[in-house]
């Protein structure tokens, strides 16, 4: 990934956090048929390397994981992103001087995937997915709600995967490359459209700023 140095993440807690609220990452590798890429939800364990490793599952009918073992492999992650329109610049007005781009925050996991086919191991995935994921809702489902059975059937049928982390890479851009002048109005006229995504980027932006 391109990343000039005003755009670098390298503080590694920032990027898994972002990796933690936006889980749904894109796997890349090069398989036997050219580049695949798979959209994949991921939990993200600490257990003491030095990035953490990335867990998930995929169907079993799925070939990604069949893939000769220890395959190089690239998740990627999008955060926060919105149109940055010229006219949020304050600049606009004293010179023209000024384009429409594009803000966004990313980060790049690298590491070999391996497969996981012990039903323990991947219930046990299942379980910490839908624990986080239902958490906050009034009654939380679980795995142990549907019938054993059901659920043994089901995990016949998907396959775990496991990426040690060895390398990330963080990109924010959010305005770091404007004066501080247009990354006040751009937070503040992000603010005023409203919606949830250009919320989320004036939140970075500010974050930056300060």
């Known amino acids: 990934m391109y990343i000039p140095t005003q755009f670098a993440e390298t ?4 990027m898994q956090q972002l990796m933690r609220e936006h889980s749904l990452g894109t796997l890349v590798m090069l398989g036997e048929d050219g580049l695949q890429a798979n959209h994949i939800p991921f939990e993200i364990v600490e257990d003491g390397s030095p990035f953490g490793t990335l867990q ?50 990313a980060v790049h996991a ?3 995937l391996r497969a996981v086919e012990d039903p323990q191991w991947v219930r046990g995935l299942l379980e910490r997915l839908s624990a986080r994921h239902e958490a906050g809702r009034e009654a939380p489902w679980a ?11 089901l995990l016949k049928q998907i396959v775990g995967i496991e990426i040690e982390i060895t390398r990330l890479e963080g990109k924010w851009k959010v305005s770091q490359n404007q004066p501080q002048r247009n ?3 751009v937070e503040a006229g992000l603010r005023a459209q409203g919606d949830e995504a250009s919320v989320a980027m004036a939140e970075a932006v500010a974050l930056r700023r300060e």
Not at 11 to 14: A, F, G, K, N, S
């Open 183 to 185: 990354r006040v109005s």
């Open 11 to 14: 503080r590694t807690d920032v």
């Open 143 to 153: 795995v142990g709600d549907a019938p054993a059975d059901f659920i043994d059937a």
């Open 110 to 112: 690298h590491g070999r």
């Open 56 to 105: 998930a599952h995929v169907a079993r009918s799925n070939p990604l994981w069949r893939q000769e073992a220890g395959i190089e492999s690239l998740v990627v992650f999008q955060g926060a992103q919105a149109y940055i329109s010229p006219s949020l610049y304050a600049t606009k007005k004293e010179h023209g001087k000024v384009v429409p781009t594009y803000n966004y925050m």
